[in-house]
């Protein structure tokens, strides 16, 4: 696993326990280039971002998968979208009617977990987050949701973030496997507890799991590039008009001479003329992460 920015699946080959890690560097300072967080902030972003990148792992089809944390603290949304298990982006919101000086915390609010296949129903589980945890409030959510043991490790710093996950499966329909037992469960996150954060975020992949589970058969999968890409476009901002709707859109056009739509999270900005307003009014989709102005 050469690249900073990929994922690593594995299995254990006695038990039926999946595994991910997740190394973030340049897709992750992407994300920060985009705005000027306090530190605090960049780190949860960082979490986020790896969280992300490993449960988009889980999924197999064309589509997205997002993570939204939603508080009462200052920190009052965390955004993370990974496309296609592969492209990321996010962005942070804080309550500016809060002094700078104040604590940067998640607070208590939800966690929801949106998964949008492109052909396919769409999908959103949400869970509480009370803990400040996003990996417990994700552990949570397979527990409640899924009815499957997860356990997640985070790790973020100002360069780089990172993670890792293990998923207890139940047997696979017409294919075969080994049960895993509670002693088995129990050993290898016992094993998994005493990764650090700077292996998480210093050491390939490969050397993580020989560190962790020398003593275990575990195979690995060919490695899964990461990149900080935004799927924003202007026919999703001709969505956004059709959501503003034509009488709102018209006003802006003769307010302002044009309607601007800027992405929140790469600053992409997309321009409406009248003519243009006009032509887009056919089927009414809000994509997200726009502004409307």
């Known amino acids: 696993m050469q690249s900073h920015d990929a994922i690593l699946r594995f299995t254990f080959e006695d038990f039926n326990v999946r595994g991910q890690i997740a190394r973030l560097e340049s897709t992750?300072?992407?994300v920060l280039e985009q705005c000027e967080y306090p530190d605090e902030v960049r780190i949860l972003l960082g979490e986020l971002l790896a969280a992300t990148a490993l449960l988009s792992s889980t999924v197999?089809?064309?589509g997205s998968l997002s993570l939204q944390v939603n508080t009462d603290g200052r920190v009052r949304l965390l955004m993370a979208e990974c496309r296609n298990q592969a492209d990321l982006r996010a962005i942070a919101r804080l309550?500016?009617?809060l002094e700078s000086t104040s604590d940067v915390k998640l607070g208590e609010g939800k966690l929801v977990i949106t998964i949008e296949p492109d052909d396919g129903n769409r999908y959103q589980g949400i869970v509480n987050f009370e803990q400040g945890s996003l990996a417990r409030a994700l552990e949570n959510y397979f527990r409640q949701s899924e009815q499957l043991n997860t356990r997640l490790w985070l790790a973020a710093d100002a360069r780089r973030a990172g993670g890792l996950m293990l998923q207890c499966l139940p047997p696979r329909e017409n294919l075969p496997s080994i049960p895993v037992s509670e002693?088995?469960?129990q050993r290898v996150t016992?094993?998994?507890e005493?990764?650090?954060n700077e292996e998480l975020l210093d050491l390939e992949a490969s050397q993580t799991l020989t560190r962790l589970f020398h003593e275990e058969e575990v195979r690995t999968f060919d490695p899964r590039s990461l990149r900080f890409h935004c799927s924003c476009s202007r026919e999703r901002s001709a969505n956004a008009i059709k959501f503003l709707g034509?009488?709102?859109a018209m006003t802006l056009i003769d307010e302002q001479g044009e309607v601007q739509i800027d992405c929140q999270f790469c600053h992409a900005r997309y321009l409406f003329s009248n003519e243009d307003v006009k032509s887009v009014f056919e089927e009414e989709v809000a994509p997200r992460g726009t502004t409307i102005h």
Request: overall charge negative; cysteine-free; glycine content about 0%.
């Open 60 to 62: 197999k089809f064309s």
């Open 190 to 192: 016992l094993l998994a």
């Open 95 to 97: 309550d500016e009617t």
């Open 246 to 248: 034509f009488d709102d």
């Open 194 to 196: 005493t990764v650090r």
């Open 28 to 30: 992750y300072q992407e």
């Open 183 to 185: 002693e088995d469960w």
